[in-house]
Nanobody
Framework: QVQLVESGGASVQSEGSLRLSCAAS??????????MAWFRQAPGKGREKVAV???????TYTDSVKGRFTISRYNAKKTLYLQLNSLKPEDTAMYYC???????????????????WGQGTQVTVSS
């Protein structure tokens, strides 16, 4: 059974930094063929895709975090990371990691919908 477990959330001051981790287990062999992502959900708001990293290491970010957040993965350890720098109060949210197997249609791509989710880790930024 696939499990994703996030850690690293905390309460920090504005302009602070955090590093979130997501440990994956239960994947048959490896997370190599999986797209991994970080989502977040603030109170009263919908879920937002923050960053995605595909199995080639290509990354995409939502505009509000570009230049401040960095997504990375360490396949050998089945771990996903999100480095959060220059944090702002509007970054306050529950952060979730997610995974989905890459698909092929003329080339490999990451689907929009993710199959596996962690339980979340809370990030709170105070001004």
């Amino acid at each position: 059974q696939v499990q994703l477990v996030e850690s690293g959330g905390a309460s920090v001051q504005s302009e602070g930094s955090l590093r979130l981790s997501c440990a994956a287990s239960g994947f048959t062999f490896t997370i190599n063929n999986y797209c991994m992502a970080w989502f977040r959900q603030a109170p009263g708001k919908g879920r937002e895709k923050v960053a995605v990293i595909d199995d080639d290491g290509v990354t995409t970010y939502t505009d509000s975090v570009k230049g401040r957040f960095t997504i990375s993965r360490y396949n050998a350890k089945k771990t996903l990371y999100l480095q959060l720098n220059s944090l702002k109060p509007e970054d306050t949210a529950m952060y979730y990691c997610a995974a989905v197997r890459r698909r092929y249609s003329g080339g490999y791509y990451c689907p929009v919908d993710y199959d596996y989710w962690g339980q979340g880790t809370q990030v709170t930024v105070s001004s």
